[in-house]
Nanobody
Framework: QVQLIESGGGLVEPGGSLSLSCAAS????????MGWFRQAPGKQRELVAT???????NYADSVKGRFTISRDNAKNTVSLQMNSLKPEDTAVYYC????????????????WGQGTQVTVSS
């Protein structure tokens, strides 16, 4: 079993910054693409940013130029630096590993973190 443990988040004023981190743990052989998604109240979960093992990043248009995703393959971690935060960034942010190969499972599986709240408000 693989767990994605998130940290960071909280309350910040508009224009402020926050950093989220996520660590994958378990009997992991390799983690492929990792990313962050978010879900605001009454809305569907949406992609924020993803990053491949070789560092290719993809961002939602709404966060381009403000958010930066990074990862450490050796530690199986992914981070999201969020700058110039806006009230519309308020949501629960979820870490995702879309394909994880382990010593236990026959085929790679995807995993989600438990979510961390980000609130942008004055």
């Amino acid at each position: 079993q693989v767990q994605l443990i998130e940290s960071g988040g909280g309350l910040v004023e508009p224009g402020g910054s926050l950093s989220l981190s996520c660590a994958a743990s378990g009997r992991i052989i390799i983690v492929y693409t990792m990313g962050w998604f978010r879900q605001a109240p009454g809305k569907q979960r949406e992609l924020v940013a993803t990053i491949t093992r070789d560092g290719r990043a993809n961002y939602a248009d709404s966060v381009k130029g403000r958010f930066t995703i990074s990862r450490d393959n050796a530690k199986n971690t992914v981070s999201l630096q969020m700058n110039s935060l806006k009230p519309e960034d308020t949501a629960v942010y979820y870490c995702n590993a879309d394909s994880v190969r382990t010593y236990v499972d026959v085929a790679p599986q995807g995993y989600w973190g438990q979510g961390t709240q980000v609130t942008v408000s004055s």
